[in-house]
């Protein structure tokens, strides 16, 4: 048997790369009687048919593993915003991180589009590096931050996502021209764009793996309780000394993450946002 990573899977087929050859596999057997299937980016054990064609042994134990997008053995996320068409939406921005980071996978918060607005891109490159977040600013149309990206996907398996309309397809195609990725432009009528991916697929772009994902809107928080969501607030951290253990920073007395709000030593449009996250995760408790 030979060891190889999944590219894709697309109608019960999928597509290993085993050193320089990508094979067409079919599951063994057992795996359907376990109800079990394999993950773009699962490391897995084939056997070889003929030169094209081959059959999955093996799943190996995956390090990981993203609902949604469907993905194992992620070494960390790409989280693209546009800087502008269409304006990013700092309450999913925030979502995405604390969704990445609960799953063990570093974010990477790539502010596109960087050409559109100069000025807004490094304001909010500011504000979430100060927040505790390798951010980058890049452009598909300049080539601005390119090389500095391309650093940071060396020798990783990466996955991009991101609200559509922010220039997913149109930046993996500055990074790997070779691809030729379907693009799409944003609705004047909706403020967003439409998805032009549509399955999970894992892409050589220079030393590394980077998976294209189709689009989406929002992220559950299902893998986070209302205990240690502000642990995922990089910029609360220092200021968690609260007069109570168990303190959730909403109206909480002698609390040192709201009296750092209001000394201006966390951001407001962060904190916000975590109430908001705070009170869904909440729900999702009560509910379940």
Request: net charge neutral; with cysteine.
């Amino acid at each position: 048997m030979e060891t190889g990573i999944v590219l894709k899977g697309i109608g019960g087929y999928y597509y290993v790369r085993v050193g320089d050859t990508v094979y067409e596999c079919r599951l063994r057997g057992k795996f359907r009687k376990l109800q079990q299937t394999a993950l773009v980016g699962d490391e897995v054990k084939i056997t070889s048919l003929n030169r094209e064609q081959g059959v999955i042994e093996e799943i190996l134990p995956r390090r990981n593993a993203l609902i949604r997008p469907p993905i194992a053995n992620v070494d960390q996320a790409l989280l693209v915003f546009a800087a502008a068409n269409p304006d990013p939406n700092r309450l999913l921005i925030d979502r995405l991180l604390v969704q990445v980071s609960a799953e063990g996978i570093h974010p990477l918060l790539v502010i596109n589009k960087g050409d559109l607005d100069p000025e807004g891109a490094q304001r909010l490159t500011a504000l979430y590096r100060a927040a505790g977040f390798t951010t980058l600013i890049t452009s598909a149309v300049t080539g601005q931050g390119l090389p500095e990206l391309k650093q940071h996907l060396a020798t990783r398996v990466s996955v991009i996502c991101g609200p559509s309309g922010a220039g997913k397809s149109s930046l993996i195609n500055a990074l790997a021209p070779g691809l030729s990725l379907k693009t799409g432009e944003v609705s004047d009528k909706i403020g967003r764009g439409r998805h032009t991916t549509r399955h999970v697929e894992l892409l050589t772009v220079g030393e590394g793996w980077l998976a294209d994902t189709p689009g989406f809107s929002s992220l559950s928080l299902h893998n986070v309780n209302s205990k240690e969501l502000a642990h995922f607030y990089p910029d609360f951290l220092p200021y968690m000394q609260c007069r109570f253990p168990g303190c959730m920073h909403r109206a909480e007395p002698d609390c040192g993450v709201r009296l750092a709000v209001e000394q201006g030593l966390i951001d407001q449009t962060r904190y916000h946002n975590y109430l908001e996250l705070l009170e869904e995760v909440l729900e999702q408790e009560r509910r379940y």
